[in-house]
């Protein structure tokens, strides 16, 4: 019991300090909000605005003031909810705050920072619990999962943010099989019925992160039947608890239906993306050196790169993560084969993870995910193909935390090589941070501005659109058409009346109301109208702000 109770509490300071550090990195990401107390929005006035609308409309959804399925956007189409990420996860914190008093963006403001910190929580459980990392290597591993650069560069896309999830699916995994021949059935059921459960979730919240996940999954479980010893682990895991595997993926699949209710009737009625415009966002070799606009030590560099190639834009494609992960990556990667014998599953997993790089890869317009997204089920679905990095931060944290147990390992109790090493690991973790300066906005602001626009909706309109002018002699603003639509959502659920306007990551057919300052912009409005019989009062709303 005496050798218990220090043993307890020096765990109990590990995960203290551990905090600490998460504490520090959420602080780099979300200093602005803290400095503002909560008053600047943590993301730029773009794709954040639908996130926040969508998020409002579950709110209002669980209130019983609008048809969950189908927010009132692109009236009177139904199912619109299935246009983009359906969010799950964000709505019990978003609604507990906001029925507590907080204002939308108030709400999703602090759920967004709130996940990214369980985001470092959940890598470093993953870490120290599950895998049994030292506490350095849990740490590095874990600041590398919640911070790293390619999902700190989608701050527009807050429904990329949470991805402790993928943590928890994998130390579910990790468990069952490392005490696959102690655990109970009941155990070996309830963790991969939770980890079953937690990929249905991840779907129903960001579609890409749990698409990846499967399909990393699948390269990573192909690569494994290929070899005798991970081919007889997983055989040996198979024979022990085959009742539990078949009831938890059972299990799974009923968790599966809501997403298929929800998703497969708009496949069927927008479908997919073309592969031309999956292309786009396919990134190139440059890709893996660009950072995030601000990054603090790789701005400039970012800057040379896209100057040099005519300042064109990137589409979301910068998925570099640095100078010292890029070489401990490498460095891992070269000698996975070497400790295969001993590891063989996180050589496997390295492996896999650069198969997933080479096949999300394009030179000059010809990528091997053509072939991807013909065959593979979903592919059609993926625009932002890029987002797999997010994802493999995962496998690569795990790989990060091993290379870096083994070198404090090798650097004995020389106490200036492990300073050295300490400086490069803390170097490695600040290079994925930026400075995020402007791209913040003002919640007071933003909801004085659509309070404003909401009081100037007339009453009893059965639907409605908006109008406004593009400043003479201004080229035609996609951007500001983009906000002008969510201008419109908004007044939609503070004045509960139904918008014939919309933006999601599709629209209905035959709509073609997106760009609100064309010279037949009413005219399609009219066309619209009669084309879905849209009946009683349809009333027009000029935005003047």
């Known amino acids: 019991m005496s050798e218990a109770l220090p043993q307890r509490q020096r765990r109990l300071g590990e995960w203290l300090l551990a905090l600490a550090v998460g504490a520090l990195g959420i602080w780099l990401v979300h200093r602005h909000q803290f400095s503002s107390g909560f008053e600047l929005f943590p993301g730029p006035r773009g794709d954040t605005r639908l996130i926040a609308y969508l998020c409002e409309h579950w709110y209002q959804a669980l209130r019983g003031k609008a048809a969950l399925l189908s927010p009132a956007m692109f009236y009177p189409a139904k199912g619109t909810l299935g246009y983009s990420d359906a969010l799950l996860l964000f709505v019990p914190p978003y609604s507990l705050l906001r029925g507590g008093g907080c204002d939308i963006f108030t709400a999703l403001a602090f759920t967004v920072v709130g996940f990214n910190f369980l985001n470092f929580v959940a890598g470093f459980a993953l870490l120290f619990k599950a895998l049994r990392f030292r506490w350095l290597p849990a740490v590095a591993g874990a600041m590398f999962f919640a911070f790293n650069n390619p999902k700190l560069s989608e701050s527009d896309h807050l429904q990329l943010q949470p991805v402790w999830l993928l943590a928890l699916i994998a130390a579910c995994v990790v468990v069952f099989f490392r005490d696959t021949p102690s655990l109970t059935p009941r155990r070996a059921f309830g963790l991969l019925a939770l980890a079953g ?56 699949v009923a968790g599966l239906l809501p997403f298929l209710i929800l998703y497969v009737p708009a496949v069927r009625e927008v479908g997919g993306w073309p592969y031309s415009m999956a292309l786009r966002y396919v990134p190139e070799f440059r890709s893996h050196l660009l950072m995030a606009d601000g990054n603090f030590v790789w701005s400039p560099m970012t800057g040379a790169i896209l100057q040099a190639a005519g300042n064109e834009p990137d589409l979301g494609r910068r998925v570099g993560i640095g100078v010292v992960p890029t070489v401990a990556w490498l460095a891992v990667s070269a000698l996975a084969v070497r400790f295969r014998a001993r590891r063989p599953f996180l050589a496997l997993a390295i492996l896999s993870v650069n198969l997933l790089i080479v096949l999300a890869l394009q030179y000059h317009g010809h990528s091997p995910w053509h072939v991807l997204y013909k065959l593979v089920p979903g592919a059609k679905s993926i625009r932002a193909v890029s987002r797999f990095m997010i994802v493999a931060a ?28 300490a400086v490069v690991i803390a170097f490695g973790a600040f290079e994925q941070f930026s400075s995020g300066a402007g791209e913040d906005y003002s919640i007071h602001a933003e909801n004085s501005r659509l309070q404003r626009l909401a009081a100037k909706l007339p009453e009893n309109c059965a639907a409605f659109y908006v109008t406004a002018r593009q400043p003479d002699g201004q080229p035609l603003d996609s951007f500001q058409n983009q906000q002008w639509m969510h201008d419109a959502m908004f007044i939609s659920i503070m004045r509960h009346v139904p918008t014939l306007n919309g933006r999601s990551g599709k629209s209905p057919p035959g709509w073609a109301l997106r760009e609100i300052t064309a010279p037949d912009y009413e005219e399609k409005v009219r066309k619209w109208i009669k084309q879905r019989q849209i009946s009683g009062r349809v009333c027009r709303l000029e935005i003047d702000e």
């Open 197 to 252: 459960l937690a990929l249905d979730l991840q779907l129903l919240t960001a579609f890409y992160l749990g698409w990846f996940l499967i399909f990393w999954s699948g390269l990573l479980l192909g690569l494994a039947v290929c070899f005798r010893q991970s081919r007889e682990f997983l055989q040996g895991a198979l024979h022990h608890h085959w009742r539990p595997i078949l009831a938890a993926i059972s299990v799974t």
């Open 394 to 421: 995962l496998p690569m944290s795990v790989a990060f935390a091993y290379a870096i147990e083994h070198a404090w390992q090798w650097s004995g109790t020389h106490v200036g090589s492990r300073v050295v090493l």
